[in-house]
């Protein structure tokens, strides 16, 4: 986001848009004059076609009314008893005359017996319990047939009568000349299809639809749209063309005078090392005395940068070494108090007090391994090593551990990463309560020391410590109660992270933030 930003905020940009504003109004005046032919059209042609297929719904009607008619006088003639023996002749004359050999008609009494009909058989998909109970018209896509129903006044007879495909395409075919048209019939969820261009109907296209009678039937005519033409395009895009090359153009005089040698000015003072002194005119070539202003700009900038890095490089390099002799007093200063505390334990004879010292002591310690591993990794500012200062920390622990934990075995399977001082500093502490609190509950235990990074994770790692002498019991229980549980509770707030302990177990584990 922030360099899409930077590039349209550049003078380039700002002259295509200034100018492609500039033109938009005539090119939307063209536009719009191109759309209106097509809409103009595009309307014509749904006029025709909405004329098209009102004309083919009013002929299919016609038709299917006059030929419900003669059915409906010959039934009720039947069903009366007052037909003579012709008048199934004449009726099959008047429905199969004109090139109508499309049309088929039965006609049956309630006990299902045929009294005349054509001599084709009858097409399928009617049951013989439909005859009488089913609408007028009903669309049969199995036999590609629409059926028409003529029942006698007194429903004693029915007259059915089938029209197949290709005969209801010859009676709809509409007297205007549409191209790519196709006709199809849809009475509810069914459809049929009474004629198609030369194949499917893909792409876009339009369709109107108008009712028969029945209205339940409706006729729909969809005619494809025609492809798309280079002179239609042409036609249609032009306007935007001529506007988007004038802008194009002068953005490219503006690009070539101005942008283009502004562009290699910033690459020459991207590629500045400090320390350099920037010549950029010598590989820049441009008629803008403006732009040959900014290089000489440039270039006395560059002298005095670097100048002051110089300066900035003698001072880091105090800096440093004061910061070394800082953590380097501090670190002897650790020591003679460590020193100062072995001496008063030395001289002690009660046990307890002898005890309180060495515990002093071991936080003493524990303080003097970070700022001493702190002191080691200044020089290439990446932190305390997690490996080196668990490893020193546990000599050191057990150097001042009572003589009967002496050999109290400590593991330890670390990652290699580094953690600021500001984390150490606690992890070491949380480090010597937990072993010290180890030693005191089972002084022949070992310890586990586990340091990884967190999956998918490259800033945390996941501190873990085991041992079995850390299981609940009562004894643990009094001694957490009394002062490791506050101090380990305050260095997991240090930590900004939950201390979490499984007493089955006997582990304790915290997340700890390293160095990437």
């Known amino acids: 986001m922030n360099m899409l930003g930077v590039y ?35 309307l014509e042609k749904e006029a025709l076609l909405r004329v098209a297929v009102t004309q083919s719904a009013r002929k299919l009607t ?65 049951l013989p319990a439909d005859r009488f109970a089913r609408p007028r018209a009903e669309l049969l896509p199995g036999s590609d047939a629409l059926l028409s129903r003529t029942r006698s006044d007194d429903g004693k007879v029915a007259a059915l009568a089938y029209y197949s495909r290709t005969h209801l395409e010859s009676i709809a075919d509409p007297a205007t000349a549409l191209q790519n048209r196709q006709l199809s019939l849809r009475q509810g969820n069914r459809v049929m299809i009474v004629s198609r261009p030369g194949g499917m109907i893909h792409g876009q ?45 002068g953005w490219f005089v503006v690009n070539r005078l101005l942008i283009r040698p502004l562009v290699l000015l ?27 202003a900014l290089g000489d700009t440039f270039r006395e900038i560059s002298e005095d940068v670097a100048t002051h890095e110089a300066e900035m490089a003698d001072a880091l390099d105090t800096q440093r070494k004061l910061t070394r002799e800082v953590h380097h007093r501090v670190k002897n200063n650790l020591q003679i108090i460590a020193s100062l505390i072995s001496l008063h334990a030395r001289a002690a004879h009660d046990p307890e007090a002898v005890e309180a010292y060495a515990s002093i002591q ?14 080691a ?31 109290f075995g400590i593991q330890i399977d670390s990652d290699d990463l580094h953690i600021s001082q500001d984390v150490a500093v606690p992890v070491a502490f949380l480090v010597t309560e937990l072993v010290e609190l180890a030693m005191l509950s089972d002084p022949r235990a070992t310890m586990r020391i586990t340091v990884h990074l967190e999956p998918g994770r490259t800033d945390r790692a996941i501190l873990a410590m085991s041992s079995a002498a850390l299981a609940a019991s ?41 160095v990437p």
């Open 8 to 42: 349209f905020r550049s003078t380039g940009v700002k002259m295509f848009l200034i100018l492609t504003l500039a033109l938009l109004p005539l090119g939307l005046i063209a536009l719009i004059a191109s759309l209106q032919a097509i809409r103009t059209a595009d």
């Open 62 to 126: 016609a038709d299917l009314t006059a030929d419900r008619t003669a059915l409906a006088l010959t039934v009720n003639a039947l069903a009366g008893g007052k037909a003579d023996g012709a008048i199934c002749h004449r009726l099959s004359f008047f429905l199969t005359s004109q090139d109508r050999n499309g049309v088929r008609f039965y006609i049956y009494d309630r006990t299902g017996r045929r009294l005349c009909g054509s001599e084709a058989p009858e097409p399928a998909g009617v």
């Open 205 to 249: 296209s339009t369709s109107l639809s108008a009712r028969l009678d029945p209205p339940d039937i409706l006729l729909t005519m969809t005619v494809r749209e025609p492809p798309a033409t280079v002179a239609r395009l042409l036609s249609l895009f032009l306007p935007l063309v001529m506007w988007f090359a004038a802008a194009a153009i």
């Open 266 to 292: 910033r690459r020459s003072v991207a590629a500045y090392r400090p320390g350099e002194v920037l010549e950029p005119l010598q590989r820049i070539r441009t008629p803008a005395h403006e732009i040959a």
């Open 362 to 375: 071991r936080r003493v310690d524990a303080l003097s391994v970070v700022h001493r591993n702190h002191f």
């Open 377 to 407: 990794e200044l020089e290439e500012n990446r932190g305390v090593g997690v490996r080196p200062l668990i490893s020193e920390l546990s000599a050191s622990l057990r150097g001042t551990a009572p003589h009967e934990a002496r050999r």
């Open 474 to 514: 009562p004894d643990m229980s009094i001694l957490l109660g009394n002062r490791y549980g506050r101090v380990m509770t305050g260095l997991s707030r240090q930590l900004r992270a939950p201390l979490e302990h499984d007493g089955e177990t006997g582990s304790y584990a915290i997340a700890i933030n390293v």
